[in-house]
């Protein structure tokens, strides 16, 4: 964050912000194909349950190996995917792959592990969204059941009606909702009450000084027990060290992500291919 916000300084001048426009421009373009040409992959972060201390869902994240710029973030190009009517196609391949690779190592060794994905503002937009997902669940298999949807506040409050339209025909399809990055935007959990969620995902930031600030403490311990009132699971996001961790668990926070949990992984690294199929599976 200090990072990108240092780099705004001088992007205003000169040399820095023709390489960003034209970074930009040819990441923009380049995008275009990345699709056809493999270049987008799913790293897959554990979500923890902390009331049985196992991971029970994997949240997809995309990734793009890019041929010249290496891998570029999703922080990066999705926006340019919204900005450029891309993002329903990568937004469809995406959750196509994930249930895809999620429904084979369930099945191989008999896990009851559930897929969180996200949607983009864009994607709620999108007429496809409902036939997407279910096309996406019936290729792959995956019961409805084991997957979840991320929503960003930001993405409801734009046309909360057209949005509760939306998340409510994903509801009848079976599948869980999230509301994610909670805490960063403009929605009170009296707006979101109306809406079909199973999940509020506390947004990173508060987590990051939680173990230096009690009044975040303060503000974490009523976020949970207002959406526990409502009915609401709780994951935190970004957990880094043993003690946010701990502080979490005392707040009687269900569930909990993070690199100190575990990074995004590839499929292959998070399921060694090498691990034999459950035994009464081989035959
Ligand atoms: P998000 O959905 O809030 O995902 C969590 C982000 O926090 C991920 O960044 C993850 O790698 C990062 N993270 C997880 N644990 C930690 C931690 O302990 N510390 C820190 N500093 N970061 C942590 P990532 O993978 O770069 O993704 C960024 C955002 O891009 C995501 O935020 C999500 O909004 C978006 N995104 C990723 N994949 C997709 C996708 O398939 N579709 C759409 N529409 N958006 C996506
Ligand atoms: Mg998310
Ligand atoms: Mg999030
Ligand atoms: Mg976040």
């Not at 421009?25 to 699709?35: F, P």
């Amino acid at each position: 964050q200090a990072k990108t916000q240092g780099g705004g300084r001088y992007a205003f001048f000169g040399v820095d912000l023709r390489e960003r426009v034209q970074r930009h421009m040819v990441l923009e373009q380049d995008l275009r194909h990345a699709v056809q040409r493999d270049e987008l992959w799913v790293a897959y972060q554990p979500v923890v349950d902390l009331r049985v201390d196992r991971t029970v869902a994997v949240e997809g994240l995309l990734r793009w190996s890019h041929p010249v710029h290496g891998t570029v973030s999703p922080a990066e190009f999705i926006p340019l995917a919204e900005e450029s009517d891309l993002i329903n196609p990568i937004g469809a391949h995406m959750l196509h792959t994930a249930a895809g690779q999620l429904a084979d190592e369930r099945e191989r060794h008999e896990l009851d592990l559930q897929l969180n994905a996200n949607l983009s503002p864009r994607q709620l937009e999108d007429p496809d969204l409902l036939a997407n997902v279910q096309q996406a669940l019936a290729d792959s298999g995956l019961p409805p059941h084991a997957l979840c949807l991320e929503i960003t506040e930001n993405a409801i409050m734009q046309d909360p009606a057209a949005a509760a339209r939306v998340l409510n025909g994903l509801r009848e399809l079976g599948i869980g909702l999230a509301i994610d990055d909670f805490g960063t935007g403009y929605s009170s959990l009296a707006q979101l009450r109306q809406l079909p969620l199973d999940i509020l995902k506390i947004d990173r930031t508060f987590v990051t000084d939680l173990a230096e600030s009690e009044e975040l403490e303060v503000i974490v311990n009523s976020i949970i027990a207002m959406a526990h009132a409502v009915g609401l699971e709780v994951v935190a996001e970004g957990i880094e060290t043993p003690q946010q961790l701990a502080i979490l668990r005392t707040l009687g926070c269900d569930q909990a992500q993070g690199y100190y949990l575990g990074k995004p992984t590839s499929i292959q690294e998070l399921f060694p291919p090498n691990i034999p199929p459950h035994p009464e599976k081989t035959a």
